[in-house]
């Protein structure tokens, strides 16, 4: 009777312990497998809301610069990529915002605002685009492109969608 009864006291120690152990291996180790096979299986960077900038900090006809970096996820390789433009507000409604993509449509250098040349100027082969964008002088086939999609928030930052590739 004592035997059987010690018996099952062992058994149910032993039961006891494999499902407590086992729980302590899931918890413990569902998250670790999850950090080490997440990065293979995340999508690469995704589109987004990107914050440019304080409304009210840009001026009415004074090119606003901006800047962000995305990084891309590919597997384990991160890939970093920066982007910039400039946001144009041209007059005080905040429907009245034009913001332009700062990569010459030439070859993708980056333009730069010059309040003396009055124009956006590429310093790769002297191109030179109006405040809106359009191309005044030198080989870009075309105006600089524009982030279509933007929007202000209730605290009043410009956010401009961007959207991967
Ligand atoms: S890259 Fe801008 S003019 Fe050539």
């Keep these: 009777m004592s035997g059987s009864n010690e018996l099952s006291r062992r058994d149910f120690i032993k039961v006891t312990t494999g499902i407590v152990g086992g729980l302590i291996g899931a918890v413990i180790g569902l998250p670790a497998v999850y950090y080490l096979i997440d990065p293979a299986l995340r999508e690469g960077g995704k589109d987004a809301w990107i914050p440019i900038g304080k409304f009210d900090d840009m001026q009415i006809g004074v090119p606003y610069p901006f800047s962000f970096t995305r990084v891309q996820v590919n597997g384990w390789e991160r ?87």
């Design 79 to 165: 890939t970093a990529s920066s982007f910039g433009g400039y946001a144009v507000r041209k007059s005080d409604s905040p429907d009245d915002l034009l913001v332009l993509n700062s990569r010459c449509t030439h070859l993708a250098c980056t333009v730069n605002w010059s309040a003396e040349a009055d124009g956006f100027l590429c310093p790769c082969h002297d191109a030179k685009f109006d405040i809106a964008g359009e191309v005044v002088d030198g080989p870009p086939p075309r105006a600089l492109d524009v982030y279509e999609e933007h929007r202000i928030t209730e605290d009043g930052i410009v956010e401009i969608f961007f959207k991967e590739g």
